[in-house]
């Protein structure tokens, strides 16, 4: 038996790495095939008459002189101003995350401490505003923003994006807290540190690979969202998707479509970037429910 194990091993071994190998190549793909195109001309990234011409860029070379151009990224970060959505998407971003971690760290340290019943019944309800369409909390928050002249502000789509948020990270939160023993409460008081004092400097460094987990959630939340901000923000507050949208929509101006394909790849390329310098926190944090303080 053991024999015939370790014949299969390395056959098992080949598969996997052979299905692994191929599973990244189709996940990457899309994402490297719009990062080379990004550097061709329309012409030749959308040929109707050969594919290759995706690769070899016959046009690329006639109407620059080169095989690759930075004509989509010039165009669209200097001529349609994406720096500006990048600054306002920046805006929202940071804005959601603190707002959205800062209460829901406390509120989540307060329910997982909680001995009363009313605990289970806030968690109930935040589940269920959590499983509502956004579309709906936008609707919602209309009439006031028109009535207080607010509509068209970043703080609109912050105040939505950080409802639409919180109730996922106050469960998260709260379920990362749950796993921390209330032993060590006890033993900050013990040595003098009061409720507060002991959830910011005992509890929190603890609980940092949770932390950094549901930020960087939130964080793709408010960076990838598209319908709270395309509804609330006005055109010079535009964040990142919606000017990406905002290229596609007029096809007909040469040049516009790869002002969005070099957009695309401006705005993917940070989020891996982002996973790779928090890989280890983010794996800490999504099994820190597998082991029990």
Known sequence: ???????????????????????????????????????????????????????TGPLTQVETGGSFTGAGYHGAWVQEDFWRAALNSGIVVVCVVCISLTFGTLGGYALSRSTYRYAFWLLLMALVFRAMPPITLVSGYLLPFYQWNLWGHLPTAIIVLVAINQPFTLWMLTAFFRNIPRDLDESARVDGCTPFQAFRHVIIPVMWPGVITTGLFSFLLAYNDFAVTAMLLSKENQTMIPKIASFLGTTQTKGNVMFAVSSVVSVTAPLFLLVIFFQRQIVSGLTAGAVKG
């Open 1 to 55: 038996m053991t024999r015939t194990a370790d014949r299969r091993a390395p056959a098992l071994q080949l598969v996997l790495t052979a299905f692994l190998v191929l599973w990244l190549v189709v996940a990457a793909f899309p994402f490297l095939w719009t990062a080379w195109g990004s550097l061709k001309v329309e012409g030749d990234f959308f040929s109707k008459a050969d594919w290759v011409n995706a690769l």
